[in-house]
């Protein structure tokens, strides 16, 4: 049998009198709006400067116009720019509102809108300089590169900027193996660096004096400031803070292992917190490698101290996760994090329901440790293609007999087709994802996998009624 | 939600965008009155120099000044010495930060005086840059006698249009 009941616990569901995570979820469904807000704002912002400047005067002339065009995508790119930078500066604001991983899907979906504002921008005021001049907008381009202080910096951010988005489109980037990407990914700062001096110099908006200069001082400051904070100095802080140390390897099933480390201070680690951290080990070799991994087991405490032990659980999925497996105990480790939302902080109802899949369970198995729900009102749902495939099974068959909560093992071939999460046999016997868990449309739906395997879950609880702020799913696959 | 965000994003960002809009409609109105009194001033100092006259064409802040330069002065004929007194104006030479011509004062072979009839003046920048060049470059070529004097820095554009104008204003003089 494939598909099978492994524990029920019946008993009606008590249901609280007042939702305790409604007003949690209510106001992170605020605060996501509210940045949504703010990112827009700030490229009307933008362009706003300069219509406050009397930009739109330019439009008087034709060559007027396409310099007017031409500031005006070049304002709304720069601003896109340090939205994309903020983004990926993992400021708590936006990682506790819409997740770490959402957070990157936005950055990737601004890519290519703020590389077409930067090339039009450089399209059009060669071309509006040129006609007012009587140049041919690549001559104007050599006039500006010889003559303009500042513009020589300008074209080769341009250039810059080109090199970091076509290397992460998807078809490129799959040709080329992360390091390489990330390197790439690097010379970000370099464009943007380069990009920022004619903005001051050669741009009359921003000319020593006006108000407009200081506002765009402020925001590329701040956006330098949190990435400075967020990325370097909060993770250094973090390293030493904490003092994580491998103390053990334990090898779960064949090809994935568990890691155990101990460190200081990891109270602060528990909590209603994402459990996402990217950690370095370091060890000769492997120490430049980050290793995007959910804990997959709430922080254990020794004593009051705040010594205690976190665990993570791996999959050898690439040549750096291969270097896991060997790792020696007493091996040093660097943290960034926690970040995410797959943790109680995301929860918008008293039910639960979690659905994992291979080595996607483990996040899993942390979530349903402590997460609080009554007796009877979480569902746990693993897919694997065999019970093997269920790493830390029995653990979670064990939390679940604790808490009341209810356990399905799905094993079996995949199926193609719209319920392609389920095994065969089970789409075979008309099961749906209510035929697991009859409550889903009024519960919280945790689902961690594979990318393509997590979007058939998505759009099954999407039909069976389960709203957007419902749904909590770790993407793990970058 | 996400309706409510859309919504309150669109309306956010009109918002500020009428407010910028509004500010920018009072600065565009005062910059059109600046820009008529000095048209109407370099008018009445240059009767000779006709406004736009010497529209410039070919590669800019070259010395090639193929405009009309016009002289004012007293001396009539082209080929007279160039001992003669008086005020003799440059051509017109076109920048992408707007035009700038200029106009000498010759005593005695000496030039003693230059006046910029037009600065760049595309924008508040270019305004700025050209209030600080033009008495830099002014004092340098009193001093040079010629056009043959150091462009100023950060003002590459105005200080080559400057001196493009004034090497025309220098032959209408035959200096």
């Known amino acids: ?478 | 939600m996400r309706l409510r965000a859309a919504v309150s994003a669109a309306l956010a960002s009109a918002g500020i965008l009428l407010v910028g809009w509004q500010s920018g409609a009072h600065v565009a109105n005062t910059g059109s009155t600046a820009a008529t009194t000095s048209a109407t001033t370099s008018n009445g100092t240059t009767s000779g120099a006709a406004a736009g006259g010497g529209t410039k064409s070919g590669s800019s802040g070259s010395s090639s000044s193929s405009g009309s330069s016009s002289s004012t002065g007293s001396s009539g004929s082209a080929g007279a010495a160039a001992q003669a007194a008086g005020t003799y104006a440059g051509s017109v030479v076109q920048t992408r930060f707007g035009a700038v011509q200029v106009q000498i004062t010759v005593k005695a072979g000496a030039i003693t005086d230059v006046t910029a009839l037009q600065l760049t003046d595309e924008d508040r920048k270019s305004v700025q840059i050209s209030n600080r060049a033009a008495p830099l470059l002014r004092a340098e070529v009193i001093k040079a006698q010629s056009a043959q004097v150091q462009t100023i820095g950060g003002a590459t554009v105005t200080s080559d249009a400057y001196l493009s104008s004034l090497q025309g204003a220098l032959d209408a003089a035959n200096l």
């Open chain 1, 1 to 478: 049998m494939n598909s099978s009941l492994q524990m029920v616990v019946p008993g009606a569901a008590r249901s609280t009198p007042v939702e305790r995570f409604r007003g949690q979820a209510r106001s992170r469904l605020f605060r996501a709006d509210l940045l949504t807000v703010l990112a827009w704002s700030s490229v009307a912002a933008a362009i706003a400067l300069w219509l406050a400047d009397g930009g739109a005067t330019g439009f008087s002339t034709l060559a007027g116009s396409f310099t007017a065009l031409g500031i005006v995508a070049g304002l709304a790119g720069m601003d896109l720019v340090l939205l994309m930078l903020l983004l990926v500066a993992r400021l708590p604001l936006i990682d506790g509102a819409v997740g770490h991983d959402r957070a990157l899907e936005f950055h990737r979906k601004l890519g290519k809108p703020s590389l077409y504002l930067l090339l039009a921008h450089g399209i059009l005021i060669a071309a509006g300089y040129g006609m007012a001049e009587g140049l041919d907008p690549v001559s104007e381009l050599v006039s500006l590169w010889v003559l303009v202080p500042d513009m020589w910096l300008a074209i080769v951010s341009i250039g810059l900027f080109i090199a970091v988005v076509v290397t992460s489109l998807v078809a490129v980037r799959r040709r080329f193996p992360y390091e390489f990407w990330y390197a790439v990914h690097l010379l970000t700062y370099a464009a943007v660096l380069t990009a920022i001096p004619h903005q001051f110099s050669t741009g009359a908006l921003f000319a020593e004096g006006t108000w407009q200069r200081w506002y765009w001082i402020a925001i590329c400051i701040a956006t330098g400031a949190a990435l400075a904070h967020y990325r370097v100095l909060e993770p250094i802080v973090a390293t030493v803070r904490h003092q994580l140390k491998v103390s053990r390897v334990v090898t779960e099933a064949p090809g994935v292992v568990s890691i155990e480390l101990t460190g200081r201070h990891l109270d602060e680690l528990a909590g209603n917190g994402g459990r996402f951290f990217i950690w370095r080990f370091l060890s000769p070799g492997a120490w430049w490698h980050p290793h995007p991994f959910s804990l997959s087991a709430e922080p254990v405490l020794f004593d009051s101290s705040g010594r205690g032990r976190l665990r993570i659980t791996v999959r050898n999925l690439g040549r750096g996760s291969a270097q896991l497996a060997r790792l020696k105990s007493g091996t040093s480790v660097a943290i960034e994090g926690p970040y995410g939302l797959f943790s109680t902080a995301a929860r918008s109802r008293d039910q639960v329901v979690m659905i994992g899949a291979g080595i996607g369970i483990t996040p899993i198995r942390a979530l349903l440790e402590r997460t609080p729900f009554e007796p009877g009102n979480a569902t746990v749902i693993l897919r694997g293609h065999s019970e093997a495939e269920l790493y830390l099974g029995a653990e979670i068959l064990e939390l679940c007999r604790r808490r009341g909560a209810t356990l399905f093992h799905l094993t079996g071939p995949r199926t193609t087709g719209k319920q392609g999460w389920m095994p065969e046999s089970a789409v075979r016997s008309g099961h749906r994802l209510a035929s697991y868990a009859p409550h889903v449309a009024g519960a919280d739906v945790y689902i961690c996998g594979p990318t393509v395997w997590a979007r058939s879950v998505i759009s099954e609880a999407r039909s069976a009624g389960v709203r957007e702020e419902q749904l909590h799913n770790e993407r793990f696959d970058w």
